[in-house]
Structures are given as structure tokens and as C-alpha cells.
């Protein structure tokens, strides 16, 4: 069996076992190999769809992968102990770099171990699924999977009509099934809040306008990630190196709250750099017919209708 492991910060690599009832034991071996660290140092494998997370312990090591539920062609995200996910080379160890050097979506800051982290804004395609593009990046770096959030967020809001009822949802809960699987409507707050439930992440929304983070579920999960919303348009926050776009605020308690600060200053660049509207209060303008909008709602609407996905701010607005 073939299986597509990544560890944030390490990269992505193929690792490959005779079968699927050779033990999980035999699995880190080859996947510690892999990626040059020590066997001890993997602390979970989170795998399928959606993700399930398997603990490493004594037991663990002994049942097959089969048992576990991991078959061939799988992408394996491995999490290492806080320890050694914290451990560099030397050749890894730079000092600080100055923010003229980077990009107006980029900001860096120096870790405990002396080593340079580069964070950066990853656009998604602007297509009135950003916000599933978003998360799917986030939780699987692959952004075909965004059509399938939209269909769980509908099977949950089904499962569970006494939260999500007419009131709560707008419309009735048929209706807003039907709509919120169409590829033109906007997810927001119900679908943030189901899609952390379901994946088992802390979603922590970065308002580039407000400077300010709006968190779901930050008190049930340790593991988090970070999108920003400029208003209009939702997009995801990685490491330059290593791609990596999950943290652990009870592992990595010092580096979560250094991420944090310089995502809040990738949205301070952006914001000084327009690309940041108030949709409560400014006029929106849509940059193909150039009508105009105050209302994130209306905003939604026409995007929908039209397919337009190009706004800004108008002129003289604030």
C-alpha cells in the first residue's frame, strides 16, 4: 500500500508497505525513515474524510493498519510530540527578516528556538466558494474536496433540526439545504461553526478590517487554523516553509500565540493596503457592473445572481 504523508513545517512524502496487515508499528518506522525523525516523536495520524485522528500509544503499535481503518492511497497528516516539532537545524536558524523584504500578504516572527517563520496569506480561487476553499486547503491542502463541506454542512443542518431551524437558518431548513450546496452561495458563521465540529479544528475567522478574530470552537479543540476575511472574501494562513496551516494551542502554546500575532499583522498590512472593506457601513462596488452595496447580504445576493466576484471599495466611502 501507497500512502501521501505530510508533517507541517517537513513537506510531503510517499510511504509504502507491503500490505494493509502489517502493524502501525512497521508504518511509523517507514514514515520515520522517511522524514529523517525518530518513531517516538509521532504523536497522532489524522486520515480520511472527515478526518479521524488516531492516538499513538503502546496499543496502537501493535493492531494493523487495516484495523485502524487506513487503506492504500490515503493522505496521512502526521503530528509530532511539541519537542520535536520544535526542533530545527542549523541550517534552519536565521534571524529576523525585515518586513521589507517580504510581501504585503507575508509577515515573520523569531520562535523560542531562535528560528525565522515566515506566515503568508494563500489565496483560494474567488468563485463564491472561497470560505470551503479556505478550510479545505487548511485541513487537507487540496481544494477539490470544498464541494464535499458544502454537502456535509447540508447532512448535519438535516441531522439536527433543533439547532438549526428556521429561525436560526433564515429560511426553512429545505430550502437552506438546497441552497447551501449550490456552488454559488456563500458559506459564513452556520457553516464555520459546523465544519470545526465536524473536522475536529478550531476555526479562528481574522477580520482584516476589524483586526480582530472571531473564534469557534476554541475552547473544545487544541488544534486550530486561521482565515482571514477581508468582507468579501475568505482566504488562508500558512507557513512559507512547510505549508503548514494547522497549530496546537495546548503543544505549542508559545508558537500558537506568535502565529497568532503575525496573522494579526499580515491583516494590519492588508487593511493599509485596501484590500479590506466594511460591509456594515461602507458602499461595496461591484467591479464588473459597477453597481453598489452596503450590506454583506446584498453583496452575497448579487455574487449569486450574477457570478460576479470582483468588489471593492467605492470611491469616498469609509
Request: charged residues 25%.
Amino acid at each position: 500500500m501507497r500512502l501521501k504523508v505530510n508533517i507541517s513545517g517537513k513537506g510531503d512524502k510517499i510511504v509504502s508497505l507491503p500490505g494493509n496487515d502489517r502493524l502501525v508499528g512497521e508504518l511509523l518506522q517507514e514514515i520515520a525513515e522517511a522524514f529523517s525523525i525518530e518513531m517516538e516523536d509521532i504523536e497522532s495520524l489524522r486520515f480520511g474524510y472527515p478526518p479521524m485522528k488516531v492516538s499513538i500509544d503502546d496499543d496502537t503499535l501493535v493492531r494493523t493498519v487495516d484495523d485502524i481503518g487506513l487503506s492504500s492511497g490515503e493522505k496521512v497528516g502526521v503530528t509530532l510530540v511539541a519537542s520535536a516539532s520544535d526542533k530545527k537545524t542549523g541550517d534552519e536558524k536565521a534571524s529576523g527578516i525585515p518586513e521589507s523584504a517580504l510581501a504585503d500578504n507575508q509577515s515573520s516572527f523569531v520562535d523560542s528556538a531562535g528560528v525565522t517563520w515566515v506566515l503568508q496569506q494563500h489565496k483560494v480561487p474567488d468563485d463564491n466558494s472561497c470560505l470551503f476553499h479556505a478550510i479545505a486547503y487548511c485541513v487537507y491542502k487540496d481544494i477539490s474536496l470544498s464541494y464535499g463541506l458544502r454537502e456535509r454542512v447540508a447532512k448535519e443542518i438535516l441531522a439536527d433540526p433543533g439547532t438549526y431551524n428556521e429561525a436560526i437558518l433564515g429560511k426553512p431548513v429545505g430550502d437552506y439545504v438546497q441552497w447551501i450546496q449550490r456552488r454559488d452561495s456563500w458559506g459564513g458563521g452556520i457553516e464555520i461553526a459546523v465544519l470545526s465540529r465536524v473536522l475536529g479544528v478550531a476555526v479562528y475567522v481574522l477580520d482584516i478590517d476589524a483586526l480582530k478574530y472571531e473564534k469557534f470552537n476554541e475552547d473544545t479543540y487544541d488544534e486550530f487554523i486561521v482565515v482571514l476575511f477581508n468582507g468579501v472574501h475568505y482566504d488562508a494562513v500558512e507557513s512559507l516553509e512547510g505549508h503548514r496551516t494547522v497549530f496546537n494551542v495546548r503543544t505549542e502554546e508559545v508558537l500558537s500565540n506568535l502565529v497568532l500575532a503575525c496573522a494579526l499583522e499580515i491583516a494590519r498590512k492588508l487593511k493599509q493596503g485596501g484590500h479590506a472593506f466594511n460591509t456594515h457601513s461602507a458602499r461595496i462596488v461591484c467591479n464588473v457592473c459597477h453597481q453598489t452595496f452596503v450590506g454583506e447580504r446584498d453583496i452575497a445576493r448579487h455574487a449569486e445572481t450574477t457570478g460576479h466576484t470582483d468588489f471593492g471599495q467605492a470611491k469616498g466611502s469609509s
